[in-house]
């Protein structure tokens, strides 16, 4: 349920209390009737809200859709997603991310940040390295089989450039250095390497502001908030590590 169905409900189920507040008691037994009714609606208005608050502003759930995260998060996955944490800080490597991207799409993303602004990358034989360093990655379901490196203002994808008309790769003037994330950009990876609609296919994703670059620029950008639990089904409820 949207935040909106929920407030919608919440509404609905208000319109009824304050109907039954204005309806004249006839009869003892009616207004007993009357009174239960109120008494269970009550409870009802009071934690839909604080439910609306809670998926409005601090957490959401979220259902898995695809093989794109595989091994760390397979399809029909429930989790629960932090909204309020990136208040306070900014994303962190390795953090399993809800996010809108910068193609036209329905629904959110979940990815998981491979590199922040300011970092060099690249992949080569199968292996990412952030800053020079190999990153340990023991989540992912197989290496990558493309190269890539982010160089000349731009993100290189066995030595082919993203297209700024169909991914968001922000302008000159927007980097920092020639080889380096620009600010307010993230690259995002799906754990399932090769079967994964992410950054080297579709360029930066952003913490905020608007796309620059893509079939979405200008439109907002930001994230949605950390993945941290998997609590359904059961047999896989767990805490999502970075």
């Known amino acids: 349920m949207t935040p909106l169905q929920l407030l919608t409900l919440v509404a609905i189920i208000a319109v009824a209390r304050i109907v039954l507040s204005l309806r004249p008691v006839v009869a003892s ?4 009737t009357t009174a239960i009714a109120r008494e269970y609606l009550d409870p009802f208005i009071v934690a839909g809200l604080a439910a609306w608050i809670l998926i409005t502003f601090v957490a959401r759930t979220y259902y898995i859709p695809s093989a794109s995260m595989v091994p760390t998060l397979e399809v029909h996955d ?14 962190n490597e ?11 799409t329905p629904d959110d993303f979940i990815k998981r940040i491979i590199g922040r602004p300011g970092d060099t990358m690249r992949i080569e034989g ?8 190999a990153l340990a990655e023991p989540y992912i379901a197989q290496r990558p089989d493309y190269e890539l490196e982010i160089k ?17 790769i922000p302008p000159k003037s927007a980097w920092t ?29 952003q913490a905020g502001g608007t796309f620059a670059t893509g079939p979405r620029a200008g439109k907002p950008a930001g994230f949605t908030g950390r993945a941290f639990l998997i609590f359904w089904p059961i047999s896989q409820a767990k805490i999502l590590s970075r």
């Open 78 to 91: 429930v989790l629960l997603v932090d909204k309020f944490e990136y208040r306070f800080h900014k994303p």
């Open 177 to 205: 250095a020639p080889d380096r994330i620009p600010p307010n950009c993230y690259f995002m990876m799906g754990d399932n390497r090769n079967d994964s609609e992410d950054s080297h296919i579709w360029g930066f994703a």
């Open 126 to 133: 199968g292996i990412v390295y952030i800053n020079g360093k």
């Open 29 to 32: 037994s009616g207004g007993r």
């Open 152 to 168: 000349n203002y731009g993100v290189y994808v066995d030595g082919q450039p993203l297209d700024p008309s169909v991914a968001n």
């Open 94 to 104: 390795g953090d399993i991310v809800v996010f809108p991207p910068p193609i036209p």
